[in-house]
């Protein structure tokens, strides 16, 4: 029985920033992995980022993680989302490399000192002490003090094309088959989701000429801070929509879809239906819109975005068949459905602790979420906190007024889910905070102070910070009231200020951006445009800023409040049995996640802060 | 110290006295922003006198009192208003209040907080439970009348349309790159505008906005002789009269106020009947027709001594679509007059009954809204209010980003889910869902 100091069970994205969280920060640490060629693999969509998942890519990096290194270092094309909308929904979307993407996380991770990389399938996990035992297919025994699970969508895996059953995992990979029944032995609930993915077709099949083309972006970022290299947009992807012919088709052999004739069971996601899903609730639409990306630069495979189906192998050709541009296309892969098992995830603490068993975390899909990102999101978080609890530290919580990882974690362990769950901008309450551009300084020192963020990436930080507070030093500065200046602001559609005035104060006008100013007063020359852009942003919107800073210190009131873990509930008088349940299901850490459980009032809360203060005056 | 809360401390409804009580920081210095008197150093537990501006230069006479920490019932500074009965004056006050820096206190929030500094042991902790329960009970049941009455629908509706607008913003942000017709800022205004004027009615509709700010309009009308002046002058009596000229005026428009069970009452046009020259009094019915127009409610003063004259029908004519008080004066003398429909006797020269007709002026018009919905809770009306004006805030942002808007917007929303009780965000996002085809 060969021992550690960390087991990470499974090599996905989760897996991965576990893993190389838990060996940076100086842990002998087995990554176990049902298929070496699955290493951070890119199941469904070629792509990295997106509406608030960039923004969980730039946390991810900023606390020491690798996945915006990895998606800039295999990124083919770049874009801004919601660039008109304002800073506050402003997300990064690259298409990756998926061949790529797996080899240089691999390479990454064989490069890492501490961290062995091992084929492997876990079949059961057993406890001795505060010792995990992880026991493989093949009989081999490992032993660890912290143990994270992030199996992805492996346990007890199917894929499900049309009548077709398959006890396997995505893309054709071996699933996991044992690990449900010994984590329900160790009294963790599971419920079963379910996913799916659409068509690979064969570029030479494809008729371009009748689809819209979509290019990236000139001006770029990266996700990550330590790129340096900017990101080359090598790749196009593609627009087209379906036809009146594919919903007729549809809709003639929804008998056969198993998603509609009830045969699939698990629950899948609102946000991500398949398209025979979409035509029967959309019955009005006579056209649905699908894009065409490019898998990877050295493969023909593109990848059929909104064509996800579980319809049998002969339909799903007719189907692709009746959409513009696709009359000829070549089939490589079929959609398909899965479905897979995952635990309840109110029974984790915020730190991705199982709440009954310590130095046991998990992360990724098998949380009931979906998303690289959101994998990734978690995966470094039980990452560092298995780290902090074999350290015997206290374990990282990241507020939601920090970072939208905060607002994940807490609406999974606090709310559940009912359905795989999508980071999305609108569930964070305070996303003008919660910036793309302001990852760094929101979580850099967080990932140093656990020991994650390496010195390299704490010199660029602190040279940023430097830089930053020079920027608005030179914007204090006065410039007198004259001509030039009462040109400036006509030019700008701006009403010229009465007296003299700071730069920063010329910001405030909404015509007026620091670039405009950078190119009358010749001033700041030397700041990149990201830099600029950051400074821009903060002066701009500093009133609601200000707004939301002020709202977060009303909430974190309640969020200082400890609820003790061995609160006695039953005992409590006063507040409603239904709240009663819930807050025993759940053990919020404090009163601010109590407040957030659905079916806790307000007056609940209320007499919940006395009797936990009346407990703390040792009565 | 905590932050100024700020609530009535007697309970809804009749009484002679009023107590508006603050709690926590700076309530001294918020209270002296609204209670002017004489006294320039204000000692802990002495009663003050002064006048309360309730509203702008409007002033009620009222005493303070203030307890300085921790020589007080919750242990923080704490500063009482007695103020003269009735609801409406007392609500005119929280606002002040509110407005001067307090917020509203939550249920059982004094007690709470006199307990967390040591003003109440810990027996007595379980008491307090009740109270929030008791209160909070209270509450919802206040908060069920109004979802079964027409104000909690209205509420109800205008965070409907709201939840719709933000998920038809949110859907911009979260699926840029989908096929749907994306939201554009003239028709985000456009709702918003639309929302606050809904907002701004129901406030409106809940009358005691209105009336507390305004006070009741009040027309004295009829024919010559009846006694119009000395009933007017009866209603004034010894209460310090509030003379007002308004914009611009002639002296046709002079208003004469009064306040009465705390809420403010408004004879309106009162120099026509102020007038002594018979001539003009002949003019009674055009100068009433105008008066009649802006008035909340109308007292017809007839006289009791005379039978019913054909332009007293006329005039009954012209009162059709209001609210009446037929006020039969001169019962001094021998009635003549037949019977008249929701009728007050008094005697003017006699000051008879004068209370009693002051008493229905405030509830024909307020009280019987009273019962449905005006009053159901004061913090429900602060609620509305602050959605107002949010949403005021809003319409003035053309020029800013979409994601600020929406920031604020979702206040709003927030706000009114304080009243509907819907305040969960899986609302909204389970809207975007169903309304619009999304994924991949």
Known sequence: MERFDAIVIGAGHAGCESALALARTGNKTLLLTISLDAVAFLACNPSIGGTSKGQLVSEVDALGGEMGVNADKTAIQIRMLNRGKGPAVQSLRAQADKNLYHQEMKKTIEKEKNLYLRQGEAVDISLD?????????????YVARALVFATGVYMESEIIIGKTREKTGPNGFKNSHGLSKSLEKLGVKLVRFKTGTPVRLHARSVDFSKMEVQKGDDEISTFSYLTKKPIENKAKCYLTYTTLETHEIIRNNLDKAPAISGEIVGIGPRYCPSIETKIVRFAD????????????????EMYLQGFSTSMPSEIQKEMVESVIGLEKAEIMRDAYAIEYDCIVPTQLNPTLELKTIKGLFFAGQINGTSGYEEAAAQGIIAGINANLYLKGKDLLVL???????????????TKGTNEPYRMMTSRAEYRLLLRQDNADLRLTEIGRKVRLVNDERYQIFLEKKKKLKEIEKVLNVKVKLDARLVKFYEAHDENPPMESVRYRDMLKRVGITIFDIKSEFKILEEYDYNLLEKMNIQIKYEGYIKQQEEDIEKALANEKVKIPDDFDYDSVKGIRMEAIEKLKEIKPLNLGQASRISGVSPADISVLSILVKRNKHGN | MENAIVSLSTPLGKGAIGIVRMSGKDVLKIALKIFHCKEKNIKSRFMYFGKLEVEKNVFEECLMVYFKTPFSYTG?????????????????VVERCLENGCRMAEAGEFSKRAFLNGKITLDKAEAIIGEINAESEGELNSSLKITNGKLGRMVEDEQKTLTELLAEIEVSFDYPENDYEEIVKDKVFLKVKEIQEKNQNLIEVSNSGKYLKNGINVALVGRANVGKSSVLNALLGEERAIVTNIEGTTRDSLTESFFHNGVKINLIDTAGIRETNDAVEKL???KSLESIKKADIVLFIHDASEKE???????????KNKKVINVVNKIDKKRILAKLKDEVEISALEEKNINLLKNRIVSDVVSIDLNTFVLTNERHIQILKSADKLMKEVLLLKEESLDVIAMLLKKVWAELGKITGNTENEDIISLIFSKFCLGK
């Not at chain 1, 002490?129 to 025994?141: A, F, M, Q, R, W």
């Not at chain 1, 507020?399 to 362990?413: F, H, S, T």
């Open chain 1, 129 to 141: 002490k505060e010792d995990k035992i992880v026991t493989t297919s093949v009989g081999l025994k």
């Open chain 1, 285 to 300: 639409k006579d056209r649905h819109q699908l894009f065409l990306e490019p898998e990877a630069l050295d493969t023909q």
């Open chain 1, 399 to 413: 507020k939601r007024n920090e970072a939208y990882i905060g607002v994940l974690i807490d609406d999974i362990v």
């Open chain 2, 76 to 92: 923080e500074d704490v500063v009482e208003f007695q103020i003269h009965g009735g609801v409406l004056l007392a609500q005119k």
């Open chain 2, 284 to 286: 009674g019915i055009e």
């Open chain 2, 309 to 319: 004259s054909e332009e007293e029908k006329e005039i009954a004519k012209k009162l």
